[in-house]
């Protein structure tokens, strides 16, 4: 067999070509455009090219495979598919050196690639996670200008500041200084709540999110992230293999009688963790589930909120994988029961 590697970057990879033996049949520095990828390994048969996981590392690898190759995308992280590749010295020629090796030897950890329907689906919600912090970038800024000149605005959502700011008695020469970062911060209102009719719309003809927003605290977002996050839910195999996905789990460094557990991980993905502390804050208010309340609280009793609430991002992750893999919805009775 015929093994390739990437070394992947934005403008100029680096290819290499080995055979069984390891012997190098070719190496050199190609462009990063598809057509230019795919000339690069013709002519060596039909090859097993790996290429570690990144931005652009799906587009290459579809294009690879759609011109006859296995692609295999690996997991950066796993160590030894860098075999004694010492990174003190660290050049791209050495980098692909080592994943063709790797490829060679078996030495990689392949990574799960998303479905292309959940691929499109995180495009929607990274648009609206930018938009959302771009409008809380100048609505931060224009409370900063008023808070120069004395002026306060009264709490309330980020929709409203503007009728909160025009109803102050502002001198001109602040209006026009606020105007054009008044007049930003409508545009982006308008483009998130369009991008959130849209997301409704995707959650609504999902089964799986419609049954996961059952759960209190877990609305549309919420809902689309862990689905889009996750792809696949048989890929886990247990709700603490989620757990600790998403980095909610404790850091542990124990040895013989002496056990250690420390704070959260915060391995994998930021945003769906973020997303489920949220989701906790706001579960934890409801009344919709008085057992998940109650056992927040007595957490937050003998260790403070923030553990509590932690914790019920932790409980939440693992309900949401098992009622997505049994194919349910929420019941509050029967959380209660098993308590």
Not at 210 to 237: E, I, K
């Amino acid at each position: 067999m015929v093994y390739g590697a990437i070394d992947l970057h934005t403008r100029k990879s680096y290819i290499r070509i080995i055979d069984a033996e390891g012997q190098v049949q070719r190496e050199r520095q190609v462009a990063t455009t598809r057509d230019t990828l795919v000339h690069a390994f013709e002519g060596a048969g039909p090859l097993r090219i790996l290429v570690e996981a990144s931005t652009e590392s799906e587009w290459v690898a579809q294009a690879l495979e759609a011109a006859g190759h296995e692609v295999v995308v690996a997991d950066p992280n796993y160590a030894p598919m860098y075999g004694a590749l010492q990174r003190r010295v660290k050049t791209d020629r050495r980098d692909v050196a080592a994943l063709a090796e790797a490829n060679r030897r078996g030495w990689y950890r392949a990574t799960h690639r998303a479905s292309a329907a959940q691929r499109a689906v995180r495009q929607v919600l990274r648009t609206r996670r930018q938009l959302v912090k771009a409008r809380s970038e100048i609505c931060s800024l224009r409370r900063a200008l008023l808070r120069q000149d004395g002026y306060r605005v009264p709490a309330g959502a980020a929709e409203t500041l503007s009728e909160r700011i025009d109803a102050l008695r502002l001198p001109d020469r602040l209006v026009e200084v606020l105007a054009p970062l008044q007049q930003v911060a409508d545009t982006l209102t308008q483009e998130i709540a369009g991008v959130d009719a849209r997301l409704e719309a995707l959650a609504a003809a999902d089964p799986v999110v419609t049954a996961l927003r059952t759960v209190p605290g877990v609305g549309c977002v919420v809902g689309l992230t862990f689905r889009a996050t996750l792809d696949d839910v048989g890929r886990f195999g247990s709700a603490a293999a989620v757990s600790a996905a998403v980095g909610l789990v404790p850091r542990e460094k124990s040895s013989a009688e002496r056990q250690h557990r420390g704070a959260i991980t915060k391995t994998g993905p930021r945003e769906l963790r973020r997303l489920l502390v949220q989701a906790a804050w706001a579960c934890w208010r409801s009344r919709r589930c008085l057992t998940l309340r109650a056992w927040a609280d007595g957490v937050a009793a003998r260790r403070g909120k923030r553990v509590a609430v932690v914790g019920l991002a932790r409980r939440l992750s693992r309900i949401l994988y098992a009622m997505w893999r049994d194919g349910t919805t929420f019941d509050a009775a029967i959380l209660a029961r098993a308590a």
